[in-house]
C-alpha cells in the first residue's frame, strides 16, 4: 500500500510509468489517459500510455495522441513497458478483467498501481486508490488529484486541460447528466482559463461524421428500433450484415443509444449489436432506474447507473429476446 506522502515523493524524480484505461476506450478513458500523460511528462517522468485495444478516430486529435501504444497493435513492446514499469496508472475501471489480457500483466507486475476511477465496486488490485462514485468522470479524479492531491495546477497546461475538458465532457454526455454538479461547472471553468478551447473540443468530437456514420444512423432509427410502451423502454438492434454495409468503424456506434432515449416517455435504451466475435449491450437510463444492474446480473458487464454496458455469446436475436424477457422484472419501476 502507498500513501499520499510516499506517492508525492516518488513522483518527484523521474520514474518509468505506464498509464492504461478500459478496452476499447472513451473519450473520458483517453481524455484521463493523455491529461495525466501530458501532466508527467514535463516533470520528466518516462511515461507510456498503453490502450488496450483501438479506440474512435474521433479521440485522435488528443494532444499526444501520437505517442499512444495499442496493445493489440504492439503486444511485445507493451509488455515490455509494463513489465519494466515502477508505477501502472490504472484509469476509469475497476476489475483487471476490464483490460482483457493486459490484466494478467499489470497484475503480475512489480509496479505500483495507483487507480483512479468512479466505477463501482473497485477490485482490490491497487496500492493507492482515488476513487469517487460520484465523479462525472475520471477526467474530474485527475483534476482533482494533480491539483488537490499533488498541488500541481501549475503543471495544467492546454494540453493537460484539452484532454481532461474532453473527458468530461464526453463522460456527462455534454454536461448533461446528474452527477454534472456545479463544482464539475468549477473545474470546467478551471480548465477553459487554462487553456482548453471548449467550442473547439465541441466541434471536433461531435461534428466530425463521415457520410457513413449519419446514413448508419439513419437506418438504426428507420429499420432497427422497436419501442415497447408498456416497459418505457426502446431497443436499437443491429446485426453484422449491417455493420458491414455501412462500413461501421470503432466509434461510429457511439452515442446511437442516446436517440432511443431521448424519447419523452422512454426511460431504457439498449442498443444492442452484433459484433464479429459477440454481441455487445450498451443500455441508457434516465433517473433512478440502475441500467449496471441488468449489464451485471444478465450481461457478464456493469457500469454506472445511467450508463451500463454488457456482452453476450448468444446469437443477435437471442440476446433481444433475453433482454425483453427481463423486463418484467422491472416493470415497477419503469412505470414510476
Ligand atoms: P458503453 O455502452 O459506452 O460501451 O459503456 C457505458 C459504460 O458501461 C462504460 O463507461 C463502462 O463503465 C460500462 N461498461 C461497458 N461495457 C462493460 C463491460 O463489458 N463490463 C463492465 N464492467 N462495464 C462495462
Ligand atoms: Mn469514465
Redesign the pocket.
Known amino acids: 500500500m502507498l500513501d499520499l506522502a510516499a506517492l508525492t515523493e516518488l513522483l518527484a524524480s523521474p520514474r518509468k510509468i505506464v498509464i492504461t484505461t478500459?478496452h476499447?476506450p472513451?473519450g473520458?478513458?483517453m481524455g484521463s489517459s493523455l491529461g495525466l500523460y501530458n501532466y508527467l511528462i514535463q516533470q520528466g517522468h518516462h511515461a507510456t500510455v498503453i490502450a488496450p485495444t483501438d479506440y474512435p478516430a474521433f479521440l485522435s486529435w488528443l494532444p499526444r495522441n501520437g505517442d499512444v501504444v495499442i496493445y493489440t497493435e504492439q503486444a511485445e513492446k507493451s509488455a515490455a513497458l509494463i513489465a519494466d514499469a515502477e508505477l501502472i496508472f490504472c484509469l476509469?475501471?475497476?476489475?483487471l478483467?476490464?483490460i482483457n489480457e493486459m490484466g494478467v500483466l499489470v497484475g503480475e507486475s512489480k509496479a505500483y498501481k495507483i487507480m483512479i476511477d468512479h466505477?463501482l465496486e473497485p477490485q482490490d488490485f491497487d496500492d493507492y486508490r482515488h476513487w469517487n462514485i460520484n465523479a462525472c468522470a475520471t477526467a474530474q479524479l485527475i483534476y482533482d488529484f494533480i491539483v488537490n492531491e499533488l498541488h500541481h495546477r501549475e503543471l495544467i497546461n492546454a494540453d493537460v486541460a484539452t484532454c481532461l475538458y474532453t473527458g468530461i465532457m464526453t463522460?456527462s454526455a455534454s454536461f448533461r447528466l446528474p452527477n454534472t454538479t456545479s463544482t464539475v461547472h468549477r473545474i470546467v471553468a478551471d480548465l477553459i482559463d487554462l487553456g482548453a478551447v471548449n467550442w473547439r473540443i465541441h466541434e471536433l468530437v461531435y461534428n466530425s461524421a463521415t457520410e457513413n456514420r449519419l446514413r448508419f444512423l439513419g437506418h438504426c432509427l428507420a429499420n432497427c428500433l422497436e419501442v415497447l410502451p408498456e416497459y418505457h423502454t426502446a431497443i436499437i438492434a443491429v446485426n453484422n450484415t449491417d455493420l458491414h454495409k455501412y462500413d461501421v468503424d470503432t466509434g461510429d456506434t457511439?452515442g446511437i443509444?442516446n436517440y432511443a432515449l431521448s424519447m419523452a416517455d422512454i426511460k431504457l435504451a439498449a442498443?444492442i449489436v452484433e459484433r464479429s466475435d459477440r454481441v455487445?449491450?450498451?443500455?441508457?437510463s434516465k433517473g433512478e432506474f440502475p441500467?449496471?444492474e441488468i449489464?451485471?446480473k444478465y450481461?457478464?458487464?456493469?457500469?454506472?447507473r445511467n450508463?451500463?454496458?454488457?456482452?453476450s455469446s448468444n446469437t443477435l436475436e437471442q440476446v433481444v429476446q433475453q433482454f425483453k424477457t427481463i423486463l418484467p422484472e422491472y416493470k415497477k419501476l419503469l412505470n414510476q
Request: with cysteine.
Open positions: 478500459h476499447k472513451d473520458d478513458a476509469d475501471f475497476n476489475a478483467s476490464r466505477h463522460d457511439e443509444v442498443f455487445k449491450l450498451s443500455l441508457r441500467a449496471n449489464c451485471k450481461f457478464d458487464g456493469g457500469g454506472h450508463a451500463a454496458g454488457g456482452h
